[in-house]
């Protein structure tokens, strides 16, 4: 079988590596993402927006996959919008609206709100079972995992630091309590009898889980692929970031069925393509 190599003449600020298995759709897509003459132009747009109204989902934000880079958020709230299309309603996924309003002690518009409930918060608060919400603090991502049957709040973090252990658990109290106020009320119950979760009193949780190069500036990485991985495989306890690791994620953010532009991005993307080949 042919194995598609990258023209020549692309100019890419990331280039993908031998032997990562990329099919020729994968490929002209990557390029066409990490390609040096090409504008920031959007890529992906948010579920049930037809016009977005700032420089987010582009391909811009997703330059920012290349190593030696600090993840925007705008790559982490993509990643939450793919998994929560297609996880079960009972899973919520958060966007880092939620974090940022919980840390700044900021309250939300009933439009935000609503927004937030209808394409995030997806089932009653009463039979949520995990809820997943990637965390900044300091110029570092990591991931707060609740559990809900088991009552806990995982801290998945690739870059400990004594010094801000307590600095990233007081943000992950903070995001548990601003959740308990979003949640008030009967509409968010199931029925009569049913009993809200405090998440707030669940015990902090924190596995054992490899640590990135202190200079590599991974961290949101590992976050995307610890929601990934977790939610498919339970599995966070075997993470690597490599080359193979930041393009599969670039190419599967564009081409997965939550980005309603897909179809006109891999045309571009294919255009592209065989302008430069020829």
Not at 4 to 17: A, T, Y
């Amino acid at each position: 079988m042919k194995v598609e190599r990258i023209p020549q003449i692309m100019d890419l600020v990331f280039h993908p590596k031998d032997g990562m298995n990329l099919s020729k759709l994968e490929l002209a897509v990557a390029t066409y993402i990490f390609s040096r003459d090409l504008p920031h132009m959007y890529i992906t747009l948010p579920t049930g927006a037809r016009f977005p109204t700032r420089l987010v989902h582009s391909r811009g934000a997703l330059l920012t996959l290349v190593p030696q880079c600090e993840v925007v958020d705008d790559v982490l709230n993509v990643v939450v919008r793919m998994l929560t299309t297609t996880s079960e309603r009972q899973r919520w996924f958060l966007p880092t609206s939620i974090m940022q309003a919980a840390i700044d002690d900021r309250s939300m518009t009933f439009g935000n709100m609503t927004s937030l409930h209808n394409k995030y918060m997806r089932s009653k608060v009463d039979r949520v079972t995990r809820i997943y919400q990637p965390m900044w603090c300091d110029r570092h991502w990591y991931l707060m995992i609740i559990d809900v049957p088991r009552k806990k709040l995982i801290y998945l973090d690739s870059l400990r630091d004594p010094h801000q252990a307590d600095a990233r658990k007081t943000g992950m109290m903070r995001v548990a309590l601003y959740l308990e106020g979003l949640t008030l009320g009967k509409p968010w119950l199931s029925g009569e009898g049913a009993l809200r979760p405090r998440f707030s009193a669940f015990d902090f949780e924190e596995p054992d889980v490899p640590q990135q190069k202190g200079n590599s500036m991974d961290c949101g990485v590992w976050v995307a692929q610890w929601m990934i991985r977790e939610h498919l495989w339970k599995d966070y306890g075997v993470q690597h970031v490599n080359s193979a690791t930041r393009m599969r994620l670039a190419a599967d953010l564009v081409l997965k069925s939550h980005n309603e532009i897909a179809q006109e991005v891999v045309a571009k993307a294919f255009a592209h393509w065989e302008m430069k080949s020829t």
